[in-house]
Every structure is written in C-alpha cells, then in structure tokens.
C-alpha cells in the first residue's frame, strides 16, 4: 500500500485566498484525521471521520475551517478565507478499527504558507 | 482533561550514549500510551506503544514502560545513532477514545 498521501506537499497563497488540502486514506481504514501542526501550538486534532462522517470537529479553529469526506477515499481540508496564522504543516492520518491500541498512519503532511 | 508533558528539547547527545526522554500524563482510566517519531520533512511514525500498566514497549532499540503509578511512559534507549535524530512525541488515547493526545515533542540530535 502507498500509505496515506495528501496533496499539495507545498502551498504558498496569498492572504483571503482560499486553500484546499487533499487526503487519501489508506485502503480499508475507516477512520480519518486532519491534524496542524505550529511551533506555538503543537499537534492539534482538528477533525476526525468515521465511516466518512464527521465525529468531533471540537478542534476545528473557526468557520474558516471546513472538512469533507465524500467517499472512504478522499477527503478534503477547506480554509476560505485564509490567514497568515493558518501557516502551519497539516497532516492527515487514517486507522482501522476500534482495537484499544490501533496504530494511526500519518501522511507526509502539507506544509501551508500564507502570505 | 488528558494531557501530556514532555521534557524540553532540544536534546543533543553524541552517538552511543544513553537517551532518556520524560513523559507524563494526566488521564482518567487506563489511556493507551504511544511514542511517535518525526524525521525531518516526514508525518509521524510509531515508535512503540504500551496499552496497560506496566507494559513494556520496544522497537528499534527503543523501550518505554508504563508506569501509572507515576503516569509516565519514559522513553530510553541504551546506545543513540546519528540516524536516530527526529523529534518524538509522547501521546495517549483515552479509554474509549479515537483522539490521541500528544505531547509538544523533543527535538533529538545526535552527533557522530
């Protein structure tokens, strides 16, 4: 398997403009997490899917922020507008299961500068 | 709520000490403990993972046990190699839980 991919590896944009991340999950996973990662902050939770629908979005900044997972594929991290304090790496990660221990496979992350 | 505290990096150290890297937490229950690993422009691997009390995970040299009766889960090993320099984080999965919780996470160099 490929493992997780998520594109743009880079995205340098300008502020106000709208970016989109892209995520593909590993083949089988059901569930789906969008992470950010900053200096100040840490690895935040943004959101997390199960089955394709949305299960805690409590870490999700602001109305900016949106998240979709139209099929167990693909999913998508919407920030419209953007700010420059949205520049951080965003990582998505996917899992199988509910097994206590169940390892989450991280992507290589997209790393957003706005400008 | 559930927490995680990591010693402050950075961390450098030169190659075939002994590494220790701190964590506690804050959880009720019995959490699920992890170690991740960052290398420089990669997403975060697991390390090892220990998923009750006085469990001991180990991988690639790697130990961590874990210890609830001092809500730790301290990451060694006994001989570190240049290609061991990453940043690591300590995180844990409450009861229950999908959300993982992480630490802040060390930066580790390891000189040659």
Redesign the interface.
Known sequence: DAG?IQSPRHEVTEMGQEVTLRCKPISGHD?L?WYRQTMMR??E?LI?F?NNVP??DSGMPEDRFSAKMPNASFSTLKIQPSEPRDSAVY?C?S?FG?A??N???????TRLTVL | GNSVTQMEGPVTLSEEAFLTINCTYTATGYPSLFWYVQYPGEGLQLLLKATKADDKGSNKGFEATYRKETTSFHLEKGSVQVSDSAVYFCALRAQGAQKLVFGQGTRLTINP
């Open positions: 997780v569930y997490f840490g690895l939770l997390y199960n299960i805690d990582f990660a899992s509910l206590v221990y390892e989450q496979f991280f992507g290589p992350g």
